[in-house]
């Protein structure tokens, strides 16, 4: 089974449809690790995309953030489209799942608490990862791509679908690709279309 993963697409539109086009002949099935929209901006076009794609999908930071409180004016928003801001109010932070196989854990932060803390593709908790009970662990938060093997336990990273802010890939944004079968991960990447010219 291969699963299309993506994160961090902060309401760049145009890139989340290109990387779900590009999916999907390919991708049996697709999870979303987070931050669809910024806290200030909701989009109802990426909401629907994942909600009509089947797509697993679980809340970022800045879905916590519309979520809260702090957030309940914009929430009433006549350009918020009830039945999507409904779907993000029943979605999980954390998701467990079988998927080809292989248990998988996804969120969008750090998978150890405190939750929101950002962990790069070198960060030392990551070598406890066999501990978390799962085959496949998936975050995003910090837009860095990583494959990552501890034992028999594989965490990866997309990176950013929606933000060119990755060292070394200039105004690309990207998602991954992962084999449940092999373990094997490819990332794809693309010219941010918000950039273009």
Not at 55 to 69: C, D, R
Not at 94 to 109: A, K
Not at 124 to 141: C, M, Q, T
Not at 176 to 193: I, M
Request: glycine share 10%; aromatic share 6%; net charge negative.
């Amino acid at each position: 089974m291969k699963l299309g993963i993506l994160a961090d697409a902060h309401g760049n539109l145009a890139a989340f449809e290109r990387a779900l086009t590009e999916l999907a002949d390919e991708a049996d099935e697709v999870l979303v690790a987070g931050d669809a929209f910024s806290d200030h901006r909701f989009s109802n076009e990426i909401v629907k995309l994942i909600r009509c794609a089947g797509a697993h999908y679980v809340l970022g930071n800045h879905e916590l953030s519309f979520l809260s409180p702090a957030n309940a004016r914009a929430r009433e928003s006549s350009r918020v489209s009830r039945l999507e801001l409904d779907f993000v109010s029943r979605a999980p932070t954390e998701l467990r799942v079988r998927l080809g196989g292989m248990r998988v854990l996804m969120v969008h932060g750090s998978p150890w608490p405190p939750y929101g803390r950002y962990l790069d593709p070198g960060s030392p908790e990551f070598d406890h990862a066999d501990e978390l009970d799962a085959d496949l662990v998936v975050l995003g938060h910090t837009h860095l791509p990583m494959a990552r093997r501890v034992r028999g336990t594989l965490v990866v990273n997309p990176g950013s679908v929606g933000m060119s802010d990755q060292p070394g890939l200039g105004d690309s944004v990207g998602y991954a690709l992962a084999d449940t079968g092999s373990g094997e991960v490819s990332f794809r990447t693309f010219p941010n279309p918000r950039r273009a010219s």
